[in-house]
């Protein structure tokens, strides 16, 4: 475990990043204009790319041996029977992984990472690993521009909570993905509002562009500002035109099967209704087929390599929650956001003072050092912090008051990757395209 933050060092919510300048103040010394932020869903760096431990010794990926494979393993059913990683032959997923804040709990094991098998009651799934042939778009990503190997979800739990610290800097007592949760963040919104509020308040320009629902309604008082709130089809307007605002949150399509999904039914029956019409999941949550995520986040990155604004743009791409697959890094402690205790269930355990399992991220930008790593430990905050030193706005919490900005993936004095090479795309057919589910 990292060790604790001196109480000396620690920023408080409501403080500046530079409390010499006003609030608002452009900060010239990062090297963007423009931010985009996308989040996907639901896998650990192991399992989405813990292929690149063959190939590359400055990430900190699966194991392999000499013969090619995976040597990470977890306790099966019964200790004397371990099981290995293995990678996926195809873009299939399966229901048999957990990241409920109890399994998420038991798979970290104090630090053992030794749970996940036994979390998903003896199914191999969690150690499943995807490879370069199934996932070319993300491969390809990551060996383009700047890699995480320290960007950890911001709690241990599932997508409400770490979803509403990407937002607010705290769940305020959120621990699960479901209509409870929904309905009393209706009641009792985030103590400080989110970096929208922020945003507004300081007339920055921001924008949510949504594929089928938009995905900040995890926390519902964001529909407050709902001018906006734009299709997706306006993201790619935007992107041709050079006009991106200065903060964008763009969201795949959730699909009808998505935990999210099932607990938004709770809002109006307008948003029932569109949940009923809705394609495949493109957020890469299971059961749906990985080759949507791929395509929409393709079709999402090269937009913006490929806009007149690229220039002067940062995107931070990232996973809200590790999906109870199998990562062997284990979470360092946390500063927690604020004093909100998380609403525990019967048999539940833990707080907001240590962060949950790794999830991949990669900072894509001009400036990113091509083909390189960070070893800087960030959370979803790390999104916040980066937005309020940018604009010198005041922290949300004691969390985004104290996390890393992403200033440790760029190098501000090359912009090597002005013009990027073409990100690979996934094929429609072979390992990469679509199958039936078989699970």
């Not at 639901?42 to 690149?52: E, I, K, M, T």
């Not at 008082?221 to 307007?237: D, G, Q």
Request: net charge negative; aromatic share 10%; hydrophobic share 35%.
């Amino acid at each position: 475990m990292a060790a604790p933050i001196p109480p000396s060092s620690i920023r408080a919510a409501g403080s500046l990043p530079f409390p010499d300048q006003p609030a608002g103040t452009v900060n010239g010394d990062m090297p963007f204009d423009h931010i985009v932020v996308v989040m996907m869903e639901n896998h650990s760096f192991d399992n989405l790319l813990g292929d690149l431990g063959r190939t590359r010794g400055d990430v900190d990926a699966l194991t392999f041996d000499s013969a090619g494979h995976a040597s990470n393993s977890n306790p099966g059913p019964a200790p004397v029977t371990p099981v290995k990683a293995f990678p996926f032959p195809n873009t299939a997923q399966a229901n048999n992984v957990t990241q409920q804040w109890k399994a998420t709990h038991e798979q970290i094991n104090g630090g053992a990472m030794d749970g996940f098998v036994r979390s998903a009651k003896g199914d191999q799934e969690p150690m499943g690993y995807y490879t370069p042939e199934v996932l070319p778009f993300a491969y390809s990503l990551a060996g383009t521009f700047t890699l995480a190997n320290r960007w950890f979800c911001s709690a241990p739990g599932p997508t409400y909570p770490n979803r509403r610290f990407l937002l607010a800097g705290t769940a305020f007592g959120g621990t699960a993905t479901n209509n409870d949760e929904l309905l009393s963040a209706l009641e009792k919104p985030p103590p400080n509002g989110t970096i929208f509020d922020r945003l507004s308040e300081h007339g920055i320009g921001w924008a949510n562009y949504f594929t089928d629902i938009p995905m900040t309604t995890v926390i519902p008082r964001v529909l407050e500002h709902f001018k906006h709130i734009h299709p997706r089809s306006e993201f790619f307007e935007a992107c041709e035109a050079g006009t991106l605002p200065a903060v964008s949150f763009v969201d795949p399509a959730m699909g009808k099967f998505a935990e999210i999904a099932d607990s938004l039914a709770a809002l109006p029956s307008f948003v029932k209704e569109a949940l009923d019409r809705l394609d495949p999941g493109e957020t890469e949550e299971n059961p749906d087929d990985m080759y949507y995520g791929e395509r929409w986040a393709h079709e999402i990155v090269e937009a913006v390599l490929r806009s007149p604004a690229w220039p002067r743009t940062l995107l931070i791409y990232v996973y809200d929650e590790h999906g109870g697959h199998y990562d062997h890094v284990p979470p360092p402690s946390a500063i927690a956001p604020d004093d909100i205790p998380p609403k525990l269930q019967a048999g539940e355990s833990g707080d907001y003072s240590m962060y949950g399992p790794r999830v991949p991220a990669v900072v894509v930008s001009p400036y990113s050092r091509r083909g390189g790593v960070s070893n800087v430990v960030c959370d979803h905050t790390s999104v916040l912090a980066t937005i309020e030193h940018k604009w010198n706005l005041p922290a949300l919490t004691s969390r985004d008051a104290n996390a890393a900005t992403i200033m440790d993936f760029l190098d501000p004095g090359q912009a090597a990757l002005l013009d990027p090479p073409p990100l690979q795309a996934p094929s429609e057919t072979g390992p990469s395209g679509p199958v039936t589910r078989t699970a």
